[in-house]
């Protein structure tokens, strides 16, 4: 203790030289990753290297103007978050300034110089407590309930690294959230805010291994390559080919309880339609406003590069956080590449020897860090909670052979291969059916048999045989033509049109298409699965294929997407296509 | 205040090296004077307290260490006022059309804020531009980037020209829906650079236009600040000015080449293909400063023009450039050496922006499903023709030709338009219509069931359909 606690007098230093957003520093008395500020204007800033007297901090702030010879004042802290109630239905830049502070502050554009509590320390929420005078409590337990939003209550926990005790006195009704609700006999104060360093991964107590899917209404997904609570998942794909999209669905329409949504290096009106799409749509479940579940983590492409890398962890520590309340948290970050380019950028203005690409010898080793952080887990207050991490990746030239794909795919257990073909002729979601991979499938599929249906997993391997002969069949129609092929081979092939055009593309713009429930997904392949078996006996039964294909109702199995009363359609859909090809023999 | 220095260390392409022992400001211009009396002008590109590194805008021909070296202690400004509306500078913001001194209203540095995402407001405003491939498939809105990607030998100026020309906003009337065209040439020819005056002058878009002129044989590293001259100006006319500003930069290859020149000089460790690492973020510096914003009525929209080196998509260049902007409008060779005009390939061209600019209100109900369905339409036919290649048209169903057919036309009925025409969105939508209705209703799978209605003709189904018969 006695050395951190000199290692607290602070001391200042002086600016030696500025190149873009590293900057160094002499005299400066700083630990690693230390938050300074640099400067007259007080430009925000990490440590990242310490070299004899030298010290480098990387600027989270655009450094234009700065000289030499102006100050650089240390924390004596790490960069960390402020986690408490608020931080739902929020907007922050990398570094957790709320923006719509800051537009307030500084109008439209962003400047610099300025801070920003990342929760409001003014307002006051109702505490509820949950224990009473003379409970016995410890790190991580509940002590009380704060409503967030109309769709969350906010657990306020015992920080962790406290002793904990035998609570002295609770306070219920309204407080900021740096006052006392709870205190201990041994004097510790516990408030609804508390910090946390955000490249520490909060503690939990054990790892567990996911068994219940994330639902994302997405039918390639949920119903082909499916991701676990407590699962990870990349997206490749050049652009164009739909990761923003794809990504925009999961955070629209997962039910996680809570979602984080890191954009992060990626374009500024992306984020603005998510800023005034999300307060307008419902959340499918509850009805109540999806951004009552939400916390965005906005650091577009032209704003920092040195808060482009922090944001991730930004957004990962609050994931956590409120994973330790017994949630299950989604975090989407979108683009991983460009966390990988910022660091790339920082490693190379500290001359540091280039790994793969340009890219840091450490890239591999910091991907591995952030996704470990994924999972489902015990909390140390006994309860479950559960964060997924869905990582979108951009390889340069849509190359899949790159170092942040490559390493990224070491981890990652589902892999949806974003496909610049497939989008170019707009289908959509763009996920390619024979690259992709989901290695949850085994631990899933007890939990759709229990919830779905019982034949949902080989329903599933009967679309994935279906789309492989597709595929295999494709090369000899490429050299001889369709019209060469056998009968059944042709039948087969209008089948896979059916599982692409009908099944596996799905609108997300249109507003029934946008959202397909488990059971739906299920009764649509089912239909294309009728259609098939039936088709195949007339087949057998000796009628044409063209005959077989041209059947009225074929054609409506391509309506079933946008349909919402799907079950009375589907119904009668079946039935039609039974009827209909039996009348043929 | 303006201390001079004699105190040159290293002079090493586009870079100065200069002794210093007062501090000087990180991005802080410089003035160069040369023994013989030449000016140049530079930028502090690293500063420490014992030297500082300049590259200098005027290249370094003619400094030696005799020079004297001042710094004017602010970093670079843009002079701004409504009356550059009409003029012609240079690459580095100097009159060169022999006009009158700017007398600039405000100054401001041409590094530029990001907008707050939070500020932004979301751009949905269809423009028509009167290209049926860019209306019709790929829409442009306003405050979107959305570059031309192009390769050396095609027409990309007379498409950008085009636009610039004919782009408004169908449901504001004409006054209001005039653009104000902001003209950034990079290291473009003297000839190309005259074609572009030569149709701002005809087409009397001059008056409302401020053209910044970097030329092939002006210096590489003043590419560097033309584009941040032209943004910066832009956004005042947007949004202090409430223009609707359409910015087109040309070309981004050379500006590229010049950050690739900087970051030579000053022996960085280079990214792909030797381009610096902080290409992407550099890149996104300029792209990102299009937009509108809340409660201001002015917008920046823009159009970048790159040529790809070998048609190469991958290339790092367009590469980076898609992964930032809004989409992108993809030039054709094949479709350029059949003589289609523009020549516009919709199949790898993309608008990011269009889903929510298009539809009822806004263009037309019919218009994401038509669109949709000739996307796919056009797709399959593009895919059997590398069949018929092999197999001849003979050995394909009756289905598979009419796509084929759908193809062809589709390039010469709705591509071809010509750089003259001017078509208005509903003719561009009629015309997908006239070719949808070579298919039977039932192929139409993309199409709500009451659009079928409303716009598809049979008769046309079936008269081709004789056609195809009666060969």
């Known amino acids: 203790m006695s050395q951190a606690q000199e290692t607290d007098t602070v001391e200042n230093g002086v600016i030696e030289s500025v190149s873009g957003p590293v900057v160094t520093a002499t005299d400066l008395a700083a630990r690693m990753n230390d938050v300074v500020y640099v400067g007259d204007e007080g430009l925000m800033g990490e440590v990242i290297e310490i070299e004899g007297n030298i010290t480098t901090v990387q600027v989270y702030e655009e450094t234009s103007d700065v000289s030499p010879g102006e100050p650089v004042e240390n924390t004596g802290e790490p960069l960390s978050v402020d986690l408490g109630p608020g931080m739902l239905d929020s907007i922050y830049d990398g570094v957790q300034r709320p923006l719509d502070v800051l537009e307030e502050q500084m109008g439209a554009f962003l400047d610099r110089g300025v801070d920003a509590p990342g929760i409001d320390l003014e307002k006051e929420w109702g505490f509820e407590p949950t224990v009473s005078a003379g409970d016995s409590v410890e790190a991580g337990d509940e002590v009380g309930v704060v409503e967030e939003t109309v769709q969350i209550d906010h657990k306020v926990l015992v920080p962790p690294g406290y002793d904990g005790g035998v609570v002295a006195e609770t306070h219920e009704g309204s407080f900021t959230v740096d006052e006392p609700v709870v205190v201990l006999e041994n004097g510790e104060e516990i408030a609804m805010r508390q910090e946390w360093p955000v490249r520490e991964p909060r503690p939990t107590q054990e790892k567990e291994t996911p068994t219940t899917p994330l639902i994302s209404g997405q039918r390639i997904l949920d119903g082909m390559f499916p991701i676990a609570k407590g699962g990870t998942a990349a997206i490749p794909g050049p652009f164009g080919s739909g990761k923003t999209v794809t990504q925009h669905q999961l955070a629209k329409w997962a039910d996680a309880d809570i979602v984080v949504y890191v954009g992060c290096g990626e374009r500024g009106n992306e984020m603005t339609e998510v800023i005034e799409d999300f307060p307008e749509l419902e959340d499918p479940v509850t009805g109540n406003p999806l951004m009552s579940r939400t916390c965005l983590i906005a650091n577009t492409s032209n704003m920092p590069v040195a808060a482009r890398e922090s944001c991730v962890y930004t957004g990962i520590t609050i994931a956590e956080y409120y994973r330790d309340m017994g949630y299950d948290v989604a975090l989407m970050a979108d683009s991983t590449s460009r966390w990988a380019e910022a660091m790339r950028e920082i490693s190379s203005r500290l001359e540091e020897m280039p790994g793969e690409e340009g890219y840091p010898a450490y890239l591999a080793a910091r991907l591995s860090e952030f996704y470990e952080r994924a999972g489902k887990f015990t909390n140390i207050n006994d309860t479950e909670g559960s964060i997924s991490v869905i990582g979108a990746v951009s390889p340069p030239g849509g190359d899949f052979s790159e170092p942040v794909t490559q390493n990224t795919l070491r981890i990652v257990k589902t892999f949806w291969a974003l496909d610049a073909d497939l989008a170019e002729r707009r289908h959509f979601p763009s996920i390619n059916w024979n690259e992709s991979y989901s290695l949850y499938q085994d631990q899933l599929d007890p939990w759709f048999r229990e919830h779905v249906a019982d034949d949902w997993p080989e329903q599933r391997q009967w679309a994935v045989d279906t789309l492989d002969e597709e595929s295999e069949l494709e090369e000899i129609v490429q050299l001889v033509g369709k019209d060469a092929l056998p009968d059944d081979q042709q039948l087969t092939l209008e089948v896979a049109r059916f599982l692409r055009e009908a099944y596996l593309q799905q609108n997300a713009f249109h507003d029934v298409a946008t959202f397909s429930e488990p059971e739906k997904t299920y009764r649509m392949l089912g239909a294309i699965k009728t259609f098939n078996d039936a088709a195949f006996d007339a087949l057998d039964a000796g009628v044409p294929v063209d005959e077989i294909t041209d059947i009225d109702a074929a054609p409506r199995l391509n309506r079933m997407d946008t349909t919402a009363e799907y079950d009375e359609f589907i119904d009668e859909l079946e039935a039609d296509i039974r009827s209909q090809l039996q009348e043929k023999y | ?471």
């Open chain 2, 1 to 471: 205040m303006q201390k001079e220095y004699k105190t040159i260390t290293e002079i090493s392409g586009p870079l100065v090296f200069a002794e210093v022992d007062e501090p000087v400001g990180y991005d802080e211009m410089v003035e160069i004077e040369t023994p013989n009396g030449e000016t140049r002008r530079g930028q502090v590109l690293e500063s420490t307290s014992e030297f500082v590194a300049i590259q200098v805008f005027e290249g370094t021909s003619g400094i030696d260490k005799q020079s004297s070296v001042r710094f004017l202690g602010e970093t670079l400004q843009m002079p701004l006022t409504e009356d550059l509306l009409g003029r012609v500078l240079s690459g580095s913001g100097e009159p060169i059309d022999g006009g009158p001194d700017i007398e600039p209203d405000e100054e401001r540095p041409i590094v530029g804020a990001a907008i707050n995402p939070t500020a932004r407001e979301y751009p949905e405003e269809f423009i028509q531009t009167g290209v049926s491939s860019i209306d019709g498939m790929n829409t442009l809105v306003r405050g979107q980037k959305l570059p031309i990607f192009s390769g050396s030998g095609l027409p990309h100026n007379d498409l950008a020209l085009q636009i610039a020309r004919q782009a408004t906003v169908p449901e504001e009337g004409d006054d209001a829906s005039e653009f104000a065209v902001i003209f950034g040439a990079m290291g473009i020819t003297q000839e190309e650079a005259n074609e572009f005056m030569d149709d701002f002058e005809r087409t009397g878009a001059l008056e409302r236009s401020i053209v910044f002129m970097n030329l092939a044989d002006d210096p590489a590293v003043e590419r560097t600040v033309t584009p941040r001259m032209a943004l910066t100006t832009a956004e005042y006319l947007a949004f202090e000015e409430d223009y609707h500003v359409l910015v087109i930069l040309t070309d981004m290859t050379n500006y590229c080449e010049a950050l690739r020149e900087i970051g030579a000089a000053r022996e960085e460790v280079p990214g792909r293909r030797g381009y610096p690492g902080y290409m992407y973020t550099d890149l996104a510096q300029l792209y990102e400063r299009a937009g509108r914003i809340e409660g201001r009525d002015g917008s920046v929209t823009q159009i970048p023009i790159l040529t790809m080196p070998g048609d190469d998509e991958t290339h790092p260049i367009p590469d980076l450039t898609g992964y930032i902007t809004e989409g992108q409008v993809m030039m054709d060779r094949d479709l350029h050496s059949q003589g289609y005009e523009p020549p516009v390939n919709v199949l790898p061209s993309l608008s990011r922006l269009m889903d929510d600019g298009i539809g009822e209100g806004l263009t037309r109900a019919d218009h994401a499903d038509v669109k949709d369905q000739l996307f796919a339409a056009y797709a399959e036919g593009e895919d059997l023709r590398d069949l018929v290649n092999i197999v001849g048209r003979e050995a394909l169903s009756e289905r598979d030709n009419k796509y084929l057919d759908f193809a062809d036309r589709f390039e010469t009925e709705f591509v071809d338009q010509g750089f003259d025409a001017n078509r208005d969105i509903d003719e561009t939508l009629d015309i997908a219509w006239e070719l949808l209705s070579m298919f039977p209703e039932t192929e139409l799978n993309r199409i709500d069931e009451e659009a079928i209605e409303q716009y598809y003709h049979e008769d046309a189904a079936e008269a081709d359909a004789e056609e195809v018969t009666a060969d």
